[in-house]
């Protein structure tokens, strides 16, 4: 069998150019027109020494050795642990450069798929770090202490981090106080070695503007040593802290949390506003977790609705409610709905604390219920669909445009699904309505958030 030749070897050191960006904020270097190296940290236009790290068949990576030439794009963040982590890719990009990547990013997606379209300037923070308001971190036994920080690539080595620059800082400290506790009662981890021990993450969740804290113990294991002590420092080190619960999750089975929870300590949930509106948010229920950049996300695209109070209002794929929440006294109805059983009952809770009478959320798989809705002959005139990345389904489009409404509001944290499910929504009777607007959600990270509203065709 003839060996293909490939057009760089592993290890290989060269010079060039960075010619382009790929959707995750990695550099490109083109080797050949068709043979891409990925790199990180690495802005187009600038001049590298790189090192090849790996070869694919049809692409490879790469790591800058030396910036030969670097962009007035870039900064220097005093912070590379954050790029070989992953977990803020962006950190050495000026803020400015990266919402101007974020708009260009969109942009491209749709003129690649023939899609005439305007994107706007994305929307930014003001101080653009410490802003998350939940993490989840991996603990592991090392060199004798109880590390907490995140697993390299392709690795069972845990580095340990501590300032992750990306969350409430208050969270940062949480984590170290609770892995300490759990250090000084000598807890097993998770070892993903011989796939063995306890504790397996640390999730904190606190509320932007209640300053409520939950801690969240996940465990491989059913029960926990020295419950009681540990419960009891938790409490006396954490003054904040309203809701302490152990997340029974065994490896095998979840990746990260599982709906197995008890309350060590506090409540089952803590509560949060966003838009002057209350919500109760427990463990498993997804929260946005940007809580200032939310509430600018929803206004817009409440705004970009142009709700009048007759309409009737779908918000599909609703977690706790919130977008179906803070719009529900402009409209005449809304109906949610949402797969995942807590975040429904947190719904619930949050209609009634918030002396909503005219929501209601349903239990279901979206494009399912899409289909129940329209064979009950449902007529919406506002949909809002707010879909994890994989975007929306065939199904829920078919039966969105056969409900007719004449607004679709797509709120999308996923360019590359956002402009495959336009094509699809744009054959089908419907026509983009303004500009498309990025709100950047998660700064110094790859990742876009953007509205699209859709009007139908008369
Ligand atoms: N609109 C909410 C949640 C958006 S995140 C907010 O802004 O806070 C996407 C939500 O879709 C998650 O709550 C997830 O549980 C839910 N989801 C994922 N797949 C779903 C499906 N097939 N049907 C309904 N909801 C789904």
């Known amino acids: 069998m003839a060996r293909t030749i490939m057009p760089v070897k592993l290890h290989e050191k060269i010079v060039a150019e960075v010619n382009d960006v790929r959707i995750d904020g990695m550099g490109i270097v083109n080797i050949t027109p068709s043979y891409p190296l990925y790199i990180a940290d690495a802005i187009p236009g600038e001049e590298i020494l790189l090192e090849v790290t790996q070869v694919d068949k049809l692409s490879g990576y790469a790591r ?43 942009q491209r997606l749709f003129d690649q798929r023939g899609i005439v379209s305007s994107v706007d300037s994305t929307i930014g923070m003001k101080a653009p770090s410490y802003y998350r308001n939940k993490t989840i971190v991996p603990v592991k036994w090392q060199d004798g202490h109880l590390t907490s920080g995140f697993y390299r690539r392709g690795s069972h080595e845990l580095v340990p981090m501590t300032d992750y620059f990306v969350n ?42 209640s300053h409520e804290l939950m801690v969240v113990l996940v465990s ?13 420092d938790i409490c006396q080190q954490l003054p904040d802290l309203t809701s302490l619960i152990f997340n029974y999750s065994p490896k095998k089975e979840y990746v990260l949390l599982s709906p197995n ?39 817009l695209a409440a705004q970009k609705a142009n709700l009048k109070t007759t309409d009737v209002v779908i918000d599909a794929y609703s977690g706790i409610g919130t977008i179906g929440i803070t719009v529900a006294n402009q409209v005449k109805q809304v109906l949610g709905v949402e797969v995942v059983p807590g975040a429904v009952a947190d719904a619930q809770l949050n209609i009634k604390a918030n002396k ?25 005139d506002v949909v809002f669909v707010d879909p994890p990345r994989r ?68």
């Open 356 to 380: 909503i009478k005219n929501a209601t959320y349903i239990l279901a798989d979206a494009p399912e219920q899409f289909k129940r809705w329209q064979d009950a002959g449902l007529k919406p």
């Open 64 to 106: 800058v050795l030396e910036w030969l030439k670097t962009s007035d794009k870039r900064q220097n963040s005093q912070r590379q642990y954050l790029i070989d982590a992953g977990t803020a890719p962006l950190v050495n990009l000026k803020y400015q450069a990266q919402l101007e990547l974020k708009q260009m990013q969109i």
């Open 261 to 299: 929870n008890r309350t060590l300590w506090g409540s089952a949930a803590i509560h949060d506003t966003l838009l002057g509106y209350d919500f109760v948010i427990g463990p498993n229920s997804f929260y946005q977790v940007n809580p200032q950049m939310t509430e600018k996300l929803y206004d």
């Open 168 to 209: 409430d800082a208050d969270i940062d400290k949480a984590i170290i106080t609770v892995r300490d506790i759990l250090e000084k009662y000598n807890i097993s981890a998770f070892d993903p070695d011989i796939e063995q021990g306890a504790m397996r993450y640390i999730m904190i969740r606190r509320g932007f503007y």
């Open 391 to 458: 975007g929306l389904t065939s199904q829920l489009i078919q039966a969105t445009v056969d409900m007719g409404p004449d607004r679709l509001v797509y709120i999308s944290c996923n360019p590359v699904t956002l402009a495959r499910d336009t094509v699809e929504i744009l054959e089908k009777g419907y026509h983009l309505s303004g500009t498309i607007l990025p709100v950047d959600q998660f700064p110094q990270t790859s990742h876009i958030e953007s509205i699209t509203v859709f009007k139908k065709s008369s």
């Open 220 to 232: 491989n294991h059913e029960t926990i040593k020295f419950e009681e002590n540990i419960i009891t």
